[in-house]
């Protein structure tokens, strides 16, 4: 792993889901500050997290929110990262007051459905130029 990915914010995404990519643009619309990297699940990199946190790069039912020495998957790694942005999401912060076995529930139900729902794509996400740096696809 590079030395930047171990500094600053991790966000293992699946590239291919819709709802996945609006969930990296929305990061980069509302972040508090704009420090997260962004991490395609199907790079080396990404499959290198993903292995290290028994999620399975080629059928993800998790994203993976990585901080410091925490690697938060499901509803957990959802709040943390909510903790980076601002915007109409922020509302969903409140999400804490629930116990976490009902908040991974009502996350796997929409990860489990998210193809279905939102949508697959076959182009992994492609950042601007600006925010290039910020980014691991390949």
Same mark, same amino acid.
């Given at each position: 792993?590079?030395?930047?990915?171990?500094?600053?914010?991790?966000?293992?995404?699946?590239?291919?889901?819709?709802?996945? /990519?609006? =969930? #990296?643009?929305?990061? $980069? !619309? +509302?972040?508090?500050? &704009?420090?997260?990297? %962004?991490?395609?699940?199907?790079?080396?990199?990404?499959?290198?997290?993903?292995?290290?946190?028994?999620?399975?790069?080629?059928?993800?039912?998790?994203?993976?929110?990585?901080?410091?020495?925490?690697?938060?998957?499901? /509803?957990? =790694? #959802?709040?943390?990262? $909510? !903790? +980076?942005?601002?915007? &109409?999401?922020?509302? %969903?912060?409140?999400?804490?007051?629930?116990?976490?076995?009902?908040?991974?529930?009502?996350?796997?139900?929409?990860?489990?459905?998210?193809?279905?729902?939102?949508?697959?794509?076959?182009?992994?996400?492609?950042?601007?130029?600006?925010?290039?740096?910020?980014?691991?696809?390949?």
């Amino acid at each position: 792993m590079n030395d930047t990915l171990d500094t600053t914010p991790i966000f293992l995404f699946d590239g291919h889901c819709v709802l996945c /990519s609006r =969930g #990296v643009h929305y990061v $980069l !619309r +509302h972040e508090t500050s &704009p420090d997260t990297h %962004f991490v395609a699940i199907l790079s080396a990199e990404g499959r290198a997290l993903a292995a290290q946190h028994n999620i399975d790069p080629e059928n993800p039912q998790s994203f993976l929110w990585i901080e410091g020495d925490k690697a938060l998957p499901a /509803s957990d =790694g #959802v709040l943390a990262l $909510l !903790r +980076h942005v601002g915007g &109409p999401a922020s509302v %969903f912060r409140l999400g804490k007051i629930l116990p976490r076995p009902l908040r991974d529930w009502m996350y796997y139900a929409v990860a489990k459905r998210r193809y279905k729902v939102f949508g697959r794509t076959e182009a992994c996400y492609l950042p601007t130029p600006e925010n290039r740096h910020r980014f691991v696809l390949t």
